[in-house]
């Protein structure tokens, strides 16, 4: 089992930027993709970034590209998502999510998941 506790939301207004953290514990391994996720309410869980663990690449949903920045500390097991620039339709419940292989854009290919924190944005 891998748990996952996501924190650093909040509420903010537009321009400003929220680190989120994502601390894993449990059975995780250094092959493990982990990713970040997002549901603004009345919608789907969509996806917003992705990264490696191993080799540290990367990908974006077009619409936080340039503004939204993944990293990792593996020695503390620790995944952060930067968000810089925010929008009021940045606002969601963000999650943090594990899976065992490549990176992948599709929430269903993911095993685990967080709690998750709520990101507010206003205008």
């Known amino acids: 089992q891998v748990q996952l506790v996501e924190s650093g939301g909040g509420l903010v207004q537009a321009g400003g930027s929220l680190r989120l953290s994502c601390a894993a514990s449990?059975?995780?391994?250094?092959?493990?993709?982990m990713g970040w996720f997002r549901q603004a309410p009345g919608k789907e869980r969509d996806f917003v970034a992705t990264m490696d663990w191993n080799y540290s690449i990367t990908y974006y949903a077009d619409s936080v590209k340039g503004r939204f920045t993944i990293s990792r500390d593996n020695a503390k097991n620790t995944m952060y998502l930067q968000m810089n620039s925010l929008k009021p339709e940045d606002t969601a419940v963000y999650y943090c999510?594990?899976?065992?292989?490549?990176?992948?854009?599709?929430?269903?290919?993911?095993?685990?998941w967080g709690q998750g924190t709520q990101v507010t944005v206003s205008s």
């Open positions: 449990g059975r995780t391994s250094t092959s493990w993709t």
């Open positions: 999510a594990a899976r065992s292989g490549v990176n992948s854009y599709y929430r269903n290919s993911y095993n685990y």
